[in-house]
């Protein structure tokens, strides 16, 4: 069992920003791809954000121009920059990362307010 450590989640006002991060614990260049999904009571989770092990990132058109995946590559940390935060942002963010499996964070919770 794969365990994702996420941590930065927290409330800010609106045009606010917050910076998430996800370590798992071998190398993230084990894994095929990583990534951030998030997920609104009573609605699908939607991805976010994702990083391949070649550098390629790819955004929803929501968060597109306002949220910036990268990793630290001697941290051994993903990141997800998360810029001009909107209440519609709101949200459980999970980190995951895939190879044959993807494994889940627990989540960490960002409240944006108006």
């Known amino acids: 069992q794969v365990q994702l450590t996420e941590s930065g989640g927290g409330s800010v006002q609106a045009g606010g920003s917050l910076r998430l991060s996800c370590e798992p614990p071998?190398?993230?260049?084990?894994?095929?791809?990583m990534g951030w999904s998030r997920q609104v009571p009573g609605k699908e989770r939607e991805m976010v954000a994702r990083i391949f092990r070649g550098g390629l990132t790819i955004y929803s058109d929501s968060v597109k121009d306002r949220f910036s995946i990268f990793r630290d590559n001697t941290m051994n940390i993903v990141y997800l920059q998360m810029n001009s935060l909107q209440p519609e942002d709101t949200a459980m963010y999970y980190c995951?990362?895939?190879?044959?499996?993807?494994?889940w964070g627990r989540g960490t919770q960002v409240t944006v307010s108006s």
């Open positions: 995951f990362a895939s190879t044959e499996t993807t494994y």
């Open positions: 071998g190398s993230i260049f084990s894994f095929n791809l």
